[in-house]
Structures are given as structure tokens and as C-alpha cells.
């Protein structure tokens, strides 16, 4: 956790509890303190601060990444065969990613390290292997990575088909393009 991290933690089945959290959210309680008072798989942490103030996105969505633009240096390895190019199609990844945007995908990413959540990665479709998509890390264990696009809303993602083998996974978003 960053030291100036305030959690925010969704609990949506919550009726009763303490005063700050009637509502389903629970504003700088710990997830262990959260567990207990409700189980522990009742629990979605989201992090984010704005200032002084601690925010929640309206659908509890968590708040999308940045992605950086393209530097001289990633235009050469794309130059030299050793980053992909990537076109966003669909809404799954708004606001972060619009469709038509590109982006720089690094193919060797997980050749010796596992994908992190929070990695934003391209990969086959597990059901549907000339399909290609764009999504956020959530989970990985030896099964694969459960994925999911920040647009919940819009996205079809390891909610519908189950998580995705390691060896579906393209490789690493890096930057946007050019």
C-alpha cells in the first residue's frame, strides 16, 4: 500500500453495520477488518485518491490506468521487429482506450515472468483463437489469468469464458501508438 492511500472497499450485500459503512462502503478500514465483519468473500478493495479527497466510481468499477504515449525508443524496437502493434476495437477498455486508438505490445513480456494484475495485455480468446483482445490482469494462478476489460459494463471477458491459459497471452501493453 502507498503511504498516501486511503482504502475504499465495496461491499455491495452490506444492509447494517457500523455508521460508515451502511451504505457498502467502507472508507479507511482495513480488508481484514472489512473480512471480519462481513466474511471473507464479501470483500472488493479499490485504491484511489484525488487530492485530499477519497472518490468511488459510480458503477465501483476500478478507476482505469494510464498508458503512456510512445517514446523514440519504442518506435526503434518496434522499428526492429521487437514490439506489435495493437488496435483497439470495442468499448471494453474505456476510458483508458478508445476504439481505432493502437498500441505497443511487448511479445517476450511473459517468457520468464509471470503476468502481474493490473498488466494490461493482449491475448487469443480462449474459445475463439482468431479473436484478439485487450484486457486488464485481475487474477493469475496456474490455471491462467482471469481478465477483464475496464469498461465492465461492456466488456466479454473471463466473466463469460473462464480464465485464460497462460499460452493464449500475446504479450504486455506497453504504450499507446505513436
Given amino acids: 500500500m502507498a503511504s498516501w492511500g486511503i482504502p475504499i472497499i465495496h461491499a455491495p450485500n452490506v444492509t447494517q453495520g457500523c455508521r ?3 451504505l457498502g462502503i467502507f472508507i479507511g478500514h482495513s480488508r481484514l477488518d472489512v473480512a471480519q465483519h462481513l466474511g471473507p468473500n464479501s470483500v472488493d478493495v479499490r485504491w484511489f485518491v484525488s487530492g485530499c479527497t477519497a472518490m468511488v466510481n459510480p ?6 490506468h494510464t498508458l503512456r504515449s510512445s517514446h523514440l525508443m519504442d518506435v526503434g524496437l518496434w522499428m526492429l521487429r521487437r514490439r506489435q502493434r495493437f488496435r483497439v476495437t470495442g ?14 505490445i511487448d511479445p517476450t513480456a511473459y ?7 493490473g498488466d494490461l495485455v493482449v491475448a487469443h480468446h480462449p474459445q475463439q483463437p482468431e479473436l484478439r483482445l485487450i484486457k486488464e490482469v485481475v487474477s493469475v494462478d496456474v490455471q ?10 461492456a466488456s466479454t471477458d473471463s466473466r463469460t469464458f473462464g480464465q485464460v491459459p497462460l499460452a493464449c497471452l500475446l504479450g504486455r501493453v506497453v504504450c499507446r501508438f505513436p
Fill in 144 to 153: 491462467g489469468c482471469f481478465l477483464q476489460g475496464v469498461n465492465r459494463a
Fill in 20 to 22: 460508515c459503512c451502511t
Fill in 91 to 104: 468499448d471494453s477498455m474505456r476510458p483508458l482506450l478508445i476504439p481505432g486508438e493502437e498500441v505497443l
Fill in 111 to 117: 517468457r520468464h515472468t509471470p503476468p502481474q494484475p
Fill in 59 to 64: 458503477d465501483l468499477s476500478p478507476l482505469p
